[in-house]
């Protein structure tokens, strides 16, 4: 079971970004999906969230500006990323809150993370 990350880059202020984020392996449901990022010298942060049922939240940071999204059936999450400010710069993962099909068909609940891709945006 993981989840990978793609999407990240160099962008200049102003540009956009697409994040894409996908789970494999045993998975029998998913529940939130979520974004964080950390930037140099910080701590990780939540950028977005997103339920099952598709209820969204969003960092005050980055609201009118990025877009969570999912697709529950290709078992990935989205994050679009507009109107790009240097202070975006930042390792961006995916989490998420993954049932796992295991013994006996069992599921139990773990929180996964993807590996990270790197967003630079330049001024």
């Known amino acids: 079971v993981q989840l990978q990350a793609s999407g990240g880059g160099l962008v200049q202020a102003g540009g956009s970004l697409r994040l894409s984020c996908a789970a494999s392996g045993s998975i029998y449901s998913i529940n939130d999906m979520d974004w964080y990022r950390q930037a140099p010298g910080k701590q990780r942060e939540l950028v977005a969230l997103?339920?099952?049922?598709?209820?969204?939240n969003y960092a005050d940071s980055v609201k009118g500006r990025f877009t969570i999204s999912r697709d529950n059936a290709k078992k990935m999450v989205y994050l679009q990323m507009n109107s790009l400010q240097p202070e975006d710069t930042a390792v961006y993962y995916c989490?998420?809150?993954?049932?796992?099909?295991?013994?006996?068909?069992?599921?139990?609940?773990?929180?996964?993370w993807g590996q990270g891709t790197l967003v630079t945006v330049s001024s």
């Open positions: 997103i339920t099952r049922g598709g209820n969204t």
């Open positions: 989490n998420a809150d993954l049932g796992i099909v295991g013994g006996l068909g069992l599921v139990s609940w773990h929180d996964y």
